[in-house]
T-cell receptor, first 111, second 110 residues
Framework: GENVEQHPSTLSVQEGDSAVIKCTYSDSASNYFPWYKQELGKRPQLIIDIRSNVGEKKDQRIAVTLNKTAKHFSLHITETQPEDSAVYFCAASYGDYKLSFGAGTTVTVRA | NAGVTQTPKFQVLKTGQSMTLQCAQDMNHNSMYWYRQDPGMGLRLIYYSASEGTTDKGEVPNGYNVSRLNKREFSLRLESAAPSQTSVYFC?????????FGQGTRLTVV
């Protein structure tokens, strides 16, 4: 199967600063890399995703980059706001749309 | 449009008891999944069903069974609950890549 590692496990940033979360994966056949946001007590929800034929994707204040050679991908959040505080999970798809998740990063945005 | 609906939302079981977690989706998705979420471990795949009539093991299938009752419904059964199965369980469905999650079931085994 796939093994996804995610760093850091916690991240505290000042409002307005940027946040970066990094993930690595082990299976070179993985071809889909989503990022999920989970607020306290809620379900995970997709915020952005990237496929293996693309190196970078941006959606307003969030962006994801993928380096297939190095087998790592990153989430970038710019101009952070209090509502960005949540747990973020990276994942890699390893066939039949099964997802292997990282352990999660708890992001706290300080006002 | 309800998306993915799980029942129950909370459950307390005694060790050795059995129960079934129910999941239904109304998005006509082919694939459905059961994940468990434990602190510091992300979400781990228990079982999945790529299409109606098929089921396969994921990363952590021991102690669980599943049934894909029809295209809409995918249930997870604990035959003899153990404290190690205390967790939050999420059902999900997908048609291609994006997985849509249910609201979760918080299960405590005492």
């Amino acid at each position: 199967g796939e093994n996804v590692e995610q760093h850091p496990s916690t991240l505290s940033v000042q409002e307005g600063d940027s946040a970066v979360i990094k993930c690595t994966y082990s299976d070179s056949a993985s071809n889909y890399f989503p990022w999920y946001k989970q607020e306290l007590g809620k379900r995970p929800q997709l915020i952005i995703d990237i496929r293996s034929n693309v190196g970078e994707k941006k959606d307003q204040r969030i962006a994801v980059t993928l380096n297939k050679t190095a087998k790592h991908f990153s989430l970038h959040i710019t101009e952070t706001q209090p509502e960005d505080s949540a747990v973020y999970f990276c994942a890699a798809s390893y066939g039949d749309y099964k997802l292997s998740f990282g352990a999660g990063t708890t992001v706290t945005v300080r006002a | 449009n309800a998306g993915v609906t799980q029942t129950p939302k909370f459950q307390v079981l005694k060790t050795g008891q059995s129960m079934t977690l129910q999941c239904a989706q109304d998005m006509n998705h082919n694939s459905m999944y059961w994940y468990r979420q434990d602190p510091g471990m992300g979400l781990r795949l228990i079982y999945y069903s790529a299409s109606e009539g098929t089921t396969d093991k994921g990363e952590v299938p021991n102690g669980y069974n599943v049934s894909r009752l029809n295209k809409r419904e995918f249930s997870l059964r604990l035959e003899s609950a153990a404290p190690s199965q205390t967790s939050v369980y999420f059902c999900a469905s997908s048609q291609t890549d994006e997985a849509f999650f249910g609201q979760g079931t918080r299960l405590t085994v005492v």
